[in-house]
């Protein structure tokens, strides 16, 4: 994170509201685009109404990275936790609705909260049914329902994005874990970030060649480079060290079978 990002000005700074995005689904999408927009020191919320369908996953085998593959279930705890480090709240619970407020948007939840933001980026795969109360957005039914949104998941209302699966991507983690990324840098450039990169630099890889900083990106020394290197290795150690301790997850319809 660069260093302006924990001061500047946003709106739930300013007190306008109470969170500047809050991210409806924590699956890949979401978890990955509010990783993004906590690292850009937005104020982010992720309201997760209790499951990514990829903990139906028996082993994951194409998320690029794990070239052995990796436990769904453990991949989507690191998502979470990356997305925890970089600053952001998760809650579980279910969005009932979202409308539109002079300053961005009131989401409410099942458990009778109303939290009120200036972006929100949905990324719930096929459930649609919570942003009735937008005008504007589209809603595409193929059997299944999907949000219609432009490549970078701007759905024409401004200040809400669609990611991952709801923007009818394709059904893969991968894709819809970098489309949740796209989304970010997407409303951060749109806020006030154009041409923006969250880039970690060797020191000096752009001030020493007289460039000054570019939005979004640090560079950091040797020390500090050696310093993070060694608390991922440990980190991964210990998240890998044993079997997920969460069951195999299977079709709901099959549970009780
Ligand atoms: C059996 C199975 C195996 C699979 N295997 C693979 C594989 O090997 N490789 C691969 O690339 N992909 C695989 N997939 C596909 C992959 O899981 C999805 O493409 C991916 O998870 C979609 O990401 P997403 O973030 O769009 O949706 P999800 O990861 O499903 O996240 C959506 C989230 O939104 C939440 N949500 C929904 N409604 C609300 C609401 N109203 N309020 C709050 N939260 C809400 C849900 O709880 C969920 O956590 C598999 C899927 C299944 C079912």
Known sequence: MTSDHATRETPARRGAVDRDVVVVGGGVAGLSAATFT????????????????????AH????????????????????????????????????????????????????????????????????????????????????KTFVDADERGRTGVDGLYAAGRLAAKPHQAAVCAGHGVEVAVTLLEDDDRPFYHDWTAPDGYFTDRGRDLPPGCEEIDEAER????????????DRF???????????PTLRDE
């Open 38 to 57: 906590a690292r850009h020191g937005l104020d982010t919320l992720v309201v997760d109404a209790g499951g990514s369908i990829l903990r139906r996953n």
């Open 60 to 143: 994951l085998a194409n998320f690029p990275g794990f070239p052995a593959g990796v436990n769904p279930r453990r991949l989507l705890d690191l998502l979470d936790e990356q997305a925890a480090n970089a600053g952001c709240e998760h809650i579980e619970a279910t969005v009932t609705g979202v409308d539109r407020t002079e300053d961005g948007f009131a989401v409410a939840t099942d458990g009778g909260d109303r939290v009120d933001t200036a972006f929100v980026v949905a990324a719930t795969k096929n459930t649609t049914d919570y942003l009735a109360g937008v005008d504007g957005v589209g809603v595409v039914d193929r059997g």
């Open 226 to 237: 050696a310093d993070r290197e060694a608390t991922a290795r440990a980190a991964m150690r």
């Open 241 to 251: 060290a044993e079997p997920h301790p969460d069951d195999q997850v299977t079709h």
